[in-house]
């Protein structure tokens, strides 16, 4: 680790999601379009919630 990387935040810590090892982007995929397909069973539910891309993060722990 370079001494740029000790002086930037881990984003996975502040979120509550660990990041994944490299090369395994597939799984964070899996988990993305897990979520969306979750929203969208909900909002078909409640016609009055919204699915947005800042939605899906909450959903799979990637934004707060």
Known sequence: M???DADQPDTAVETGRARSPRGQGERLR???????ARLLDEQVRHP???V???EVARETGIAT
């Open 2 to 4: 370079n001494s740029r």
């Open 30 to 36: 899996g988990e993305i379009l897990s979520a969306v």
């Open 48 to 50: 009055d919630l919204h």
């Open 52 to 54: 947005s891309l800042r």
